[in-house]
């Protein structure tokens, strides 16, 4: 299949082709709405933190940009979700602290942006242009810019 076609299977195939994250990032930053997608890859590499004598300061950071009430980029958990948060942090940083408000805005995005995503003319214009126009702005993707003529 298409890369571009398999992107329509599910939004963990669309965020584990790095083509695929640089256009669905551009399609969230058209809509106000990149911040869900920034915490979701922050987790992941929160996960990944070696050492794990560094984990408790990423974390907070994450909690502060993202989970706090007081956020600047606060994404859209339930209040019992980020006081439990806040309680798992408190008691101690682990690879999991953030796992309920993870999938809760996983679930966000698979529900509502992702959708949106796979009905947008940007969508359409990559489906249509076939994998040429994916290989030429994939090996762009480090810019993390998607060029579409809006035809």
């Avoid at 990149?34 to 979701?40: G, H």
């Avoid at 990423?58 to 859209?76: H, L, M």
């Avoid at 805005?105 to 249509?128: C, G, K, V, W």
């Amino acid at each position: 299949l298409p890369v571009r076609t398999q992107w329509a299977e599910s939004l963990e195939t669309l965020l584990t082709n790095q083509y695929g994250l640089v256009v669905f990032r551009h399609f969230l930053r058209s809509e106000f709405s990149e911040e869900n997608l920034d915490f979701w890859l922050a987790v992941e590499r929160f996960k990944r933190t070696c050492p794990l004598s560094k984990m408790a300061t990423r974390a907070w950071k994450i909690y502060d940009e993202f989970i706090s009430t007081k956020a600047a980029r606060q994404v859209n958990v339930d209040s019992s979700v980020r006081e439990s948060t806040n309680q798992n942090l408190h008691l101690g940083v682990n690879p999991t602290s953030f796992q309920q408000a993870q999938d809760q805005i996983f679930s966000l995005m698979e529900t509502d942006s992702y959708p949106r995503f796979l009905r947008s003319h940007l969508y359409a214009q990559l489906a249509n242009r076939g994998m040429q126009t994916a290989t030429v702005l994939g090996n762009q993707s480090g810019a993390g810019s998607v060029h579409v003529s809006q035809s």
